[in-house]
């Protein structure tokens, strides 16, 4: 699994809880990486409609969901995440696809798992006893 998932979490649930547009440049910053690793991520979160865009200088980002509709399977689908893989070697041998199919079924159980859970709830558990308006994620 690369950092790409914990991004594009991190930043529905800003963008969920965070009414209105926002640029690339404050989603980095919130979320603690470059505006150019936001900017991809986002693209990916735009193609299966989970975030929208407007364009211009006052542009930037949209949530554009119910939170509580999303859950983190569709931002992991949306950005071709995998969680569990095994290299494949040279060797076409017994062990090494018993191996492929333990990791295949772990994989499958981690978006079963994360099907369950919502940007909304995670947006909970994050800001949790704290102001909507004055949370940071």
């Known amino acids: 699994m690369t950092g790409e998932f914990a991004v594009g979490v991190h930043a529905a649930v800003f963008l969920s809880r965070k009414k209105g547009v926002h640029s690339s440049e404050e989603i980095a910053e919130r979320v603690g990486t470059n505006p150019a690793r936001v900017r991809k991520?986002?693209?990916?979160?735009?193609?299966?409609g989970l975030v929208e865009t407007k364009e211009g200088s006052d542009g930037g980002y949209m949530f554009c969901l119910?939170?509580?509709?999303?859950?983190?399977?569709?931002?992991?689908?949306?950005?071709?995440?995998?969680?569990?893989?095994?290299?494949?070697?040279?060797?076409?041998?017994?062990?090494?696809?018993?191996?492929?199919e333990l990791c295949c079924s772990?994989?499958?159980?981690?978006?079963?798992?994360?099907?369950?859970?919502?940007?909304?709830q995670v947006g909970n558990l994050v800001c949790s006893g704290e102001e909507a308006d004055s949370c940071r994620h």
């Open 106 to 120: 772990m994989d499958q159980r981690c978006r079963e798992y994360l099907e369950g859970v919502t940007i909304a």
């Open 66 to 100: 119910d939170a509580e509709a999303v859950d983190l399977k569709m931002v992991a689908d949306a950005l071709g995440v995998t969680f569990v893989s095994v290299t494949r070697r040279k060797e076409n041998s017994r062990m090494a696809g018993v191996m492929e």
């Open 41 to 48: 991520i986002l693209a990916g979160l735009k193609r299966a």
